[in-house]
């Protein structure tokens, strides 16, 4: 029987003959077992929480659905995972795929010891987040900060927590505070320390949000606390996306918000302080509103710096458009602005007088196809040659450890050969799951489709209505995939280019393919390696 070895471990902080460690343990296992050793799988510093974001563990997930194993070995079930869910789950399709998991701690594992241990692996991750937790909160009790960099402060060199004020950029903070009193908005002091090359926090330029900052998690420049000489901790906590394992941030009730006095990281005097509180608490604005308030919010992008357009003043005509980079930063040359009604007007005439010619669609599907067809015989080239290499490494690995079987070589002879042998393998393997034949295939009727769709659309927006107002805005979306807004020269109007998405046309393609249960198969917008739109200009 062929095994597959895994091993991982959790932090950076860990030494990396973990690694080394648990493989050695495992390789035992599989002398004792008289298991053959089919491949290796690792992963450094990640959690066990998700396997989302664990490559060594997709990719041995995808050996397995190829048969190349029987058997998991792993030094224990944490290994694998310390999520009830995803333990169970991987036990679940592994048995779906006769390939069973084996551990040095508990031998094979059974329903019964996935459940157990799943129970357990979720325990220590909510008890290990608990001490994480509170010893966070000692630090701060001890006056001491435990969040991350903070703009006007350095770490003090050998004593963990405590912080140093950076005369420099403290001199930066007080006067974002002095510029904000004396009338200019956030977006006038960004300008300013843009143009005088003064990086920001992160070493990059300044925003307004950079200055003003949130009024609901109390965050940026001018509600820093910590420059008042208070510490504030737990505002927010982080939990994991069980879908993609990144962490997402929520804000916490303030009744558990906890403060700290460090008057000795005082930068702005109070009387300061608590004008600048006063007078954002008069500007204080209304929530931000989910559903899109315009027909094309989001979607306009200056052609100089790709910036997003938005609203910067209004004349007789109504709103007018500015790059946001141009308004929030100035480092963007882009200072014409354009009424928002009259973008709207020549987008809608431009999506029906050319996304929805079936002359350029036609023609946009041939191109898609030649270009589809040339990439995956691109990649089918690089798939037979990964696959050359991949079988002689193989056969060399299998030949050496026939020899060290039957005892014609000592095992010590040629270890250092079989390992780096297994290095080379693992290395064209990951390389292989980079490549990726593209089988998506226009159904006949999906042009017509789309063109459908588009006379659709305007017929919504002609209507009244609340409903079919929110209709139309995801119809635009659907289709449109952005509009680039280039100035043009001084006394001519801009140029407008539509970009509408393929997604829309491969969402129809498939739908048509169903309905009819047979046809070619139509792979998700997601997948594609190289970039579909249709590109007009009006």
């Known amino acids: 029987m062929k095994a597959a070895i895994y091993a991982r471990f959790s932090s950076d902080k860990q030494s990396d003959r973990s690694i080394e460690d648990q493989t050695a343990l495992c390789r035992a296992l599989c002398e004792r077992e008289g298991l053959t050793i089919a491949g290796s799988y690792e992963d450094r510093a990640i959690s066990g929480a ?38 169970a789950g991987i036990h679940k399709r592994l048995s779906f795929a006769g390939i069973k998991i084996m551990t040095v701690q508990d031998g094979v594992a059974g329903e019964i010891h996935i459940g157990v241990k799943g129970l357990l692996g979720a325990l220590y991750l909510k008890d290990l987040a608990q001490k994480t937790h509170r010893g ?68 990059r330029h300044w925003n307004a949000s950079t200055i003003a900052g949130s009024r609901v998690r109390r965050n940026g420049v001018l509600q820093n606390e910590l420059y008042n000489g208070i510490i504030v901790w737990n505002r927010q906590r982080f939990i994991k996306d069980p879908d993609t394992g990144k962490r997402v941030s929520r804000p916490n009730p303030r009744d558990q918000w906890m403060t700290a006095d460090a008057e000795q990281l005082r930068i702005v005097d109070k009387k300061t302080w608590d004008c600048v509180q006063a007078r954002l608490g008069d500007r204080a604005g209304t929530p931000h509103k989910a559903r899109p308030v315009h027909l094309l919010s989001g979607l306009l992008k200056c052609g100089k710096c790709g910036s997003g357009y938005v609203g910067g003043g209004s004349d007789k005509r109504g709103v007018r458009l500015v790059c946001s980079r141009h308004r929030e930063t100035g480092l963007c040359d882009n200072s014409k602005s354009v009424p928002r009604e ?65 005892g014609a070589v000592a095992a010590r002879a040629v270890g250092g050969r079989i390992a780096a042998l297994e290095a080379e393998q693992d290395r064209l393997e990951q390389e292989r799951t980079t490549i990726g034949l593209d089988p998506v295939e226009f159904h006949p009727n999906a042009a017509d489709a789309y063109s459908a769709k588009i006379r659709s659309l305007k017929r919504t927006l002609s209507d009244a209505g609340e409903e079919s107002r929110q209709a139309a805005f995801g119809g635009i979306r659907e289709i449109v995939e952005k509009v680039v807004i280039h100035p043009g020269s001084r006394y001519q109007p801009p140029e407008i280019e539509i970009f509408g998405q393929l997604a829309v046309i491969l969402k129809l393609s498939e739908a048509a393919a169903t309905q009819e249960s047979q046809g070619a198969m139509v792979a998700g917008a997601r997948n594609h390696r190289y970039r579909h739109s249709l590109q007009v200009a009006i």
């Not at 041995?60 to 995803?86: G, H, N, P, T």
């Not at 966070?136 to 060199?157: C, T």
């Not at 403290?170 to 505070?177: L, T």
């Open 136 to 203: 966070q909160a000692g630090v701060v009790r001890d006056g001491r900060h435990n969040g991350g960099r903070s703009y006007g402060y350095r770490p003090a060199l050998g004593r963990p927590g405590v912080l140093e004020i950076d005369q420099v950029e403290a001199e930066i903070v007080r006067r974002v505070f002095r510029s904000y009193l004396a009338g200019n908005t956030p977006r006038d002091i960004a300008v300013a320390l843009n143009q005088e090359r003064i990086a920001g926090p992160r070493g």
């Open 342 to 406: 009259w973008v709207e007007e020549r987008v809608l005439k431009g999506i029906e007088a050319h996304l929805a010619d079936p002359e350029l669609v036609a023609e946009y599907v041939r191109e898609y196809h030649r270009i589809a067809r040339e990439l995956n015989s691109k990649a089918g080239a690089q798939l037979r040659a990964i696959d050359k290499k991949l079988g002689n490494v193989t056969g060399e690995i299998s030949r050496l450890v026939d020899a060290i079987a039957s």
């Open 50 to 87: 998700s396997t989302v974001n664990r490559m060594g563990w997709q990719r041995l997930m995808r050996d397995a659905q190829s048969r190349k194993f029987s058997v998991v070995v792993a030094e224990a079930l944490d290994r694998i995972s310390r999520d009830q869910e995803d333990l």
